[in-house]
């Protein structure tokens, strides 16, 4: 079964600082996908990024970088000069990639982050 | 393009009483998928529709909660009778047909009360 842990219930930081969101996941699949989803306070969930199990490559967009480490079985997202507009709940979640061969099937997610950012 | 659209934002009901929550996916997406988050914890699948077809409907916690999808196009999920426990959010989620990308599209989701 596949299972994805955030450890990190609730994170607080001051604007400006960088911040790790920490996600730790198992599969018993070679092929997956990884994903990391922003809920904002308006509620719905807004996609941040995926990764492909094969590409372990790290990968910045803007302030945002992530680090998958296929060994240690992380996907650990890191925010660089934090702002208050980041303060939301952050889940990872994994694929279940053998959902009737043609599409990737349902998602397995962590139990959120909530992260907030004082100014 | 729009994006996913669920109705309504919010409902309050009594233990017993039926509710019937509405998902419309992205057009053109074949793949429509409900979760559930209770309680501040993950948030659970329920099933996946590919089409008008239950593809998987592992997550579905018991015979009251029944989901279909008529014609491949919108979706609803009936919670019948409902009980304190069914109370969470409710998310829709689609995705475009084929494996190429994974990502999937949430909607705003349905906070349910059961009172």
């Known amino acids: 079964a596949q299972k994805v842990t955030q450890a990190q219930t609730e994170i607080s930081v001051v604007e400006k600082e960088d911040v790790t969101l920490d996600c730790v996941y198992e599969?018993?699949?070679?092929?997956?996908?990884l994903f990391w989803y922003k809920q904002p306070p308006s509620g719905e969930l807004v996609f941040l990024i995926r990764?492909?199990?094969?590409?372990?490559q790290n990968e910045i967009s803007g302030r945002y970088s992530w680090n998958f480490q296929k060994s240690t079985s992380s996907f650990n997202f890191t925010i660089t000069a934090s702002q208050v507009v980041d303060s939301a709940v952050y889940f990872c979640?994994?694929?279940?990639?053998?959902?009737?061969?043609?599409?990737?099937?349902?998602?397995?997610f962590g139990q959120g982050t909530i992260l907030t950012v004082h100014p | 393009e729009a994006g996913v659209t669920q109705f309504p934002s919010h409902s309050v009901i009594e233990k017993g009483q039926t509710v019937t929550l509405r998902c419309d996916p992205i057009?053109?997406?074949?793949?429509l998928y409900w979760y559930r988050r209770v309680m501040g914890k993950e948030i659970k699948f329920l099933l996946h529709?590919?089409?008008?077809?239950?593809?998987?409907e592992s997550g579905m916690p018991n015979n009251r909660f029944l989901a279909e999808r008529t014609g491949g196009t919108y979706s609803t999920l009936k919670v019948q009778p409902a009980e304190l426990e069914d109370s969470g959010v409710y998310f829709c989620?689609?995705?475009?047909?084929?494996?190429?990308?994974?990502?999937?599209?949430f909607g705003p989701g349905t906070r349910l009360t059961v009172l």
């Open positions: 529709f590919v089409k008008e077809s239950k593809q998987d």
């Open positions: 057009s053109g997406h074949d793949n």
């Open positions: 990764r492909n199990s094969f590409d372990e």
């Open positions: 599969t018993r699949d070679t092929t997956y996908y």
């Open positions: 979640a994994l694929s279940d990639p053998n959902a009737g061969g043609t599409s990737y099937g349902k998602l397995t």
């Open positions: 989620a689609s995705s475009p047909p084929g494996r190429s990308r994974g990502e999937q599209f």
